[in-house]
């Protein structure tokens, strides 16, 4: 079992809808990266000058009034604190903690790398920038009710607001050594962005597929369309060989293509029509020597040799008639129409018994169908004629199969020799074994009837019975 459609329009538009998602995928994920890429660089200039800035203030101040700057630069997603020891033991992260420190390093005019370190932590900024405000505070930060969620706050609007708008998230670290030996910790946020793959992305995603397979499923079955027309065309040429011509319309090689199969339809037609003509016309230049023959036969004396001779000529004019129709019926003009199969198939069946043939038939007493009555009713005649002539008796059974009309002739005759089975369709070919040549006509029956039937889409073949005999079955598409 293969997921890959059996249809030409299927597979392209699996195709088209596999190449949409894998490129916009692809794309996704290019972008992804050079959005985060581009956002973190942003936000890391950003850090880096605020960073950058209170270092070169805390430089500039004495050390001795440092430790009272440090808390003045206390703020919203922002805290710094000055230590004898580092708050970052080594510099660690990823790739926006390298470019946070390059950025840095830049702008404080490259200091010596051990002066600097950077590192991402896992704890909420938000517990850690209470204890900065808490040490900054002192001993006032806890008297206030509003802070410690206690009931009425004494905190300044300014603190409530440096407290509360500070986002959630996790802490980027920051440790600069200064010249005194103390170290100048910062903390702020990392920069988080929105992710790319969000509910509106994949709504975007799916609208665009559903119109991109709309429209693959209009453009597939419109470019497709003249290959099942060619497909219908040919089936039909088949069956009928005068069917009219394809319209030569469409795309360039659309056309080209209508275009050679409307002229190989011509082609064969003219062939056959030229065959059909040549035939006529030998059977009429052969019919006038053998009618000067007849008149001389009355003249031969010898009565055996007269009858000889006038078996002969009738011998010859059945095989000139027989061979005048096979011809016709390759090239016939009957047009198809609505009929009763069934009943067409009884009354043949009727005919034979009338003339003391031994024929029945079972099966509906009605089967709709639409074919050529005439070349149809010839084709079962030939069969039941061949059925009693070598079987003793004809059993008929029409069925409808699976779309199918299977008509079954049946005798219980000496049958075909299996390696003679295919070879009795061919023209004038005869079974010298097991079917006597004293009953048999000109070797065209079963040609015709398998030209008969090939023309309404169908088939017939023979097999021996096990119990005896041969079975000829006939298949016609219902529609």
């Keep these: 079992m293969t997921i890959m459609p059996r249809t030409l329009a299927g597979r392209t538009i699996l195709v088209l ?35 950058a800035a209170v270092v070169q203030t805390m430089e500039r101040t004495p050390p001795a009034a440092r430790a009272g700057v440090v808390c003045s630069q206390l703020g919203p997603d922002f805290a710094v604190t000055l230590t004898p020891e580092t708050a970052v033991v080594s510099s660690e992260g990823g790739w926006r903690s390298r470019l946070l420190r390059s950025t840095i390093r830049d702008l404080l005019d490259d200091p010596a790398p051990e002066r600097l370190r950077v590192a991402n932590d896992g704890s909420p900024f938000q517990s850690a920038f209470t204890d900065v405000m808490e040490r900054c505070m002192g001993s006032r930060m806890r008297a206030m009710p509003g802070m410690m969620g206690m009931q009425g706050s004494t905190m300044t609007p300014r603190m409530e607001r ?17 010249d005194d030996g103390r170290w100048l910790n910062f903390m702020t946020i990392s920069p988080q962005f929105d992710s790319i793959w969000r509910s509106r992305f994949f709504l975007a995603f799916f609208v665009m597929a559903v119109v991109v397979t709309v429209l693959s499923i209009w453009a597939v079955r419109r470019s497709t369309a003249p290959l099942a027309l060619f497909a219908w065309a040919a089936e039909r040429l088949g069956r009928d060989v005068n069917a009219p011509d394809l319209p030569e319309d469409g795309p360039h090689e659309v056309h080209r293509a209508a275009r050679a199969f409307n002229n190989m339809q011509r082609r064969l037609r003219g062939l056959i029509n030229d065959r059909t003509q040549m035939l006529a016309a030998i059977s009429h230049d052969l019919r006038t020597p053998i009618t000067r023959l007849r008149l001389r036969d009355e003249f031969v004396d010898d009565a055996e040799q007269r009858g000889k001779m006038l078996n002969d000529l009738e011998q010859m004019e059945a095989m000139i008639a027989a061979t005048l129709a096979f011809a016709r019926e390759d090239g016939t003009d009957e047009p198809r129409r609505a009929l009763d199969l069934a009943g067409l198939v009884q009354s043949v069946c009727v005919d034979a018994a009338d003339v003391g043939c031994d024929a029945v038939y079972a099966g509906p007493t009605r089967a709709s169908y639409s074919g050529r009555p005439l070349a149809l009713k010839r084709a079962f005649t030939n069969l039941i004629d061949n059925a009693v002539k070598y079987g003793g008796q004809a059993r008929v059974v029409l069925e409808a199969v699976q779309e199918r009309f299977v008509v079954t002739v049946e005798d219980d005759g000496p049958g075909i020799p299996d390696s003679e089975i295919e070879r009795v369709f061919e023209p004038f070919y005869r079974v010298e074994i097991s079917r006597s040549r004293e009953t048999g006509g000109a070797g065209l029956g079963l040609a015709v009837v398998r030209s008969i039937v090939r023309g309404h889409g169908g088939d ?16 016609l598409p219902q529609t």
Excluded: F
């Design 17 to 51: 809808l596999a190449g949409l998602v894998v490129s916009n995928l692809v794309g996704l994920l290019i972008y992804a990266g050079e959005r985060n890429t581009a956002l973190t660089s942003v936000a890391g200039v950003t850090v880096a000058g605020r960073i």
């Design 162 to 178: 440096m407290m509360w708008t500070g986002r959630s998230g996790k802490i980027l670290r920051v440790s600069y050594r200064l």
């Design 460 to 475: 017939v073949t023979l097999a021996n019975r096990a119990e005896g005999g041969l079975r000829a079955t006939v298949t």
